[in-house]
């Protein structure tokens, strides 16, 4: 009641804007202070009676009269006031309070007489609805609009769900403002609406509705994954009271973030119409490529809480299911894992905030799908079959099947690579298939064995441009990539080079073996024989060593790691992969031919054949002149000559190989350097 008596003391006191002291009352068009004088002195007998707050709510109304009858600006009743505000909820402009869209807020009408502290009062209270009209500005036009994306619709609709309970608050409110201005003079209480008592009820619609205000300044730009990011991060917050609300609305906000979470890693579905989800597709490429370019990761999609190891495992998930569909041709694994008929565990649904769960579920899911697509290319697609066939062929690791080649191709190889026909060289790969150990290989293995002829350039010999091909399809192509078959085919070349020499050195020791005895007439020959063979005995001894690291020390340790890896350590279609691009990289850089420290190791050892093929003409000129019937002494002078310095140079290049590998600190190639030079085989010439 006192409060009452203080607001109508202040509403009784009117302050003229011509008077400079509150007591100041000499104007004309204001009431003199004996008006609430003759208010009392008219005020009928009979009312005298009634209810203080009666006889107060009377004595007010005849004030406000009193003061319209005079011509004065009367001050606007707090009922009004009251009415206003509930529009201004609503988002609608009041009589006296409007929305001004040039500034932004919400502004009192000039002509409006309120007092200065009933305006702060109102202008706090206009909060709420600027907040309302800001949160309806992003809900309107996303609304009904598909383009924004599911995440962002359903982010509408929570956002309109919780508006619900403020719609009820403002129901409440109008009813009870009308209930107030709908008697003539009611009492005030302790349940009266005032303004004060507004600002308390509406303190915590006001902080929600701020919540909801600073979600859609952060969020209007997102959507998808980035959208639930971006609110999740707001859950970091000390406030119990905040945290509860955003992450009770995150559970409706990532439901469709959730489905299609859900419909990636049980089905391999990607139900994605607004790009919204962190996994994506490219429609354009070809199931041959599926597993390589098809499916991308989006990572401004990844919420926040998923990890990117997690994100990783989701989407080999869904690509190894998409793979065994569509590049195995098994939808059995598929069917089976996710038919409610034969699967009695129901499908665990994903929701926001039991990311433990989520995370043991892929976990697992990831484990049994990543082992069916691996079962699936060791057995049905046969790929350590494909692997132990690279090996032995390309690889040069079928021993009969490539002396054999050699013995029947070489003397047709010497031939210039212009006069060479795949059709003769298929026929003789055919002929080494039925004469050796490879013919009890599986036919299927042994029909994708093929010879090749590189692009033939001027001076080129058969050697040249003579390669074994393989060939895969899809799926096991997956593993074996154009760049692994481009490495398998450069291994080829330059083992079928060091086997070129070996096969040149081994004809030559067998040709001067039966020299030695056909020539032992010949005494003028007698030290050139002797020193050929010392010579042929070197070279011999280091293609030997050479070959002997390149096989065992490189390809067959390379080879057992690899093995090993794929039988007992791979855990998806990835690693298999990555591990075989490690044997091929493991192979090229232990046999010199990649790597910018094995630069100079490859020169050399390309000097070295060039060296000892060009020596076997040596030979021949030798052999020649030993067959002749007409000894000339200058002639053998002139092949003595080259023959010494044939020799030299041989000798002076395998010194300098071994100072380059002396050079390294690879244990590797101490060990080869070792065998080259053991008890000094070569620096003690």
């Not at 970091?236 to 419909?263: N, T, W």
């Not at 001076?459 to 899809?474: A, C, K, M, P, R």
Request: net charge negative; proline share 4%; glycine share 4%.
């Amino acid at each position: 009641m006192d409060d009452i008596s203080r607001q109508m003391t202040a509403l009784l006191i009117p302050i003229s804007a011509h008077s400079s002291r509150p007591y100041d009352m000499q104007s004309e068009s204001v009431p003199s202070r004996n008006t609430r004088r003759r208010l009392a002195d008219d005020y009928p007998e009979s009312d005298r009676s009634l209810p203080p707050a009666t006889q107060l709510a009377k004595m007010r109304e005849a004030y406000q009269s009193s003061i319209s009858n005079s011509g004065y600006e009367p001050v606007v009743p707090e009922s009004a006031l009251l009415r206003d505000l509930i529009f201004i909820f609503q988002g609608i402009d009041g009589q006296y309070i409007k929305y001004d869209s040039g500034t932004g807020e919400y502004v009192m009408d000039s002509q409006a007489n309120v007092p200065q502290p009933t305006k702060d009062l109102v202008y706090r209270l206009t909060e709420v609805g600027w907040l309302y009209q800001r949160i309806q500005s992003f809900i309107r036009p996303r609304f009904n609009d598909p383009s924004t994306g599911l995440v962002a619709q359903s982010f509408c609709f929570a956002l309109q769900h919780e508006l619900t309970d403020y719609y009820k608050l403002i129901a409440v409110l109008e009813a009870q403002i009308e209930k107030q201005t709908s008697t003539v003079f009611s009492i005030p209480n302790e349940h009266t609406l005032t303004l004060r008592r507004l600002l308390l009820w509406t303190r915590e619609s006001s902080q929600r509705l701020r919540l909801m205000s600073v979600l859609v300044d952060v969020c209007k730009d997102q959507k998808g994954g980035a959208l639930v990011s971006t609110m999740h991060n707001y859950t970091k917050h000390g406030d119990p009271f905040i945290q509860k609300y955003i992450k009770a609305m995150l559970e409706e906000v990532s439901k469709p973030f959730y489905e299609m979470l859900q419909r990636w890693i049980y089905e391999g579905e990607l139900d994605d119409p607004y790009q919204e989800f962190f996994v994506a597709c490219d429609p354009t490429v070809s199931e041959e490529e599926l597993w390589q370019s098809k499916y991308s990761i989006r990572e401004n999609m990844i919420p926040s809480f998923i990890s990117s190891e997690l994100a990783q495992k989701i989407f080999l998930i869904g690509k190894s299911l998409n793979f065994i569909r569509y590049s195995c041709q098994d939808d059995v694994f598929v069917v089976r894992d996710h038919d409610p008929s034969s699967n009695p565990s129901p499908v665990q649904t994903f929701k926001y905030g039991d990311i433990l769960a989520v995370e043991r579920s892929i976990d697992q899911t990831y484990r049994e799908t990543s082992k069916q697509l691996i079962n699936i290319l060791k057995h049905k697609y046969k790929l350590m079959d494909h692997l132990r066939a690279l090996k032995r062929y390309l690889l040069l690791g079928q021993g009969d099947f490539i002396q054999y080649l050699m013995d029947t191709l070489g003397p047709g190889l010497n031939q210039p690579a212009n006069k060479l026909f795949r059709h003769n060289l298929t026929g003789v790969l055919e002929t080494a298939i039925r004469a050796s150990n490879a013919q009890y290989d599986d036919p299927e293995i042994l029909n994708r064995l093929d010879v090749r002829l590189l692009e033939v350039s001027a001076n080129d010999l058969g050697w040249d441009v003579f390669t074994l091909d393989y060939h895969l399809d899809s799926p096991i192509n997956t593993v074996f990539s154009p760049a692994a078959m481009h490495q398998y085919l450069r291994l080829f070349n330059f083992l079928w080079q060091l086997k070129r020499v070996e096969y040149t050195l081994t004809a030559s020791w067998r040709r001067w073996s039966m020299a030695s005895r056909d020539f032992a007439s010949v005494k003028e020959m007698a030290q050139d024989l002797h020193q050929a063979q010392l010579c042929i005995s070197r070279m011999i001894h280091f293609i030997y060593q050479l070959q002997h690291y390149y096989l065992f020390e490189v390809l067959e340790c390379s080879w057992e790691k690899l093995a090993d890896y794929i039988n007992n350590k791979s855990i998806d279609l990835d690693s298999i992969i990555e591990a075989h691009t490690q044997y091929l990289t493991e192979i090229t850089e232990k046999g010199f031919l990649s790597g910018a420290k094995n630069q100079a190791l490859s020169m050399h050892l390309g000097s070295l054949f060039e060296t000892i093929l060009a020596y076997k003409s040596v030979l021949d000129n030798l052999h020649t002149f030993g067959s002749s019937s007409q000894q000339d002494a200058e002639k053998l002078k002139k092949i003595r000559a080259k023959h010494t310095d044939m020799e030299k140079k041989f000798q002076s290049q395998v010194l300098e190989f071994l100072d380059v590998l002396g050079s390294y600190h690879d244990e590797d190639l101490r060990s080869l350097l070792t065998r080259l030079n053991y008890n000094g085989y070569y620096s003690a010439n």
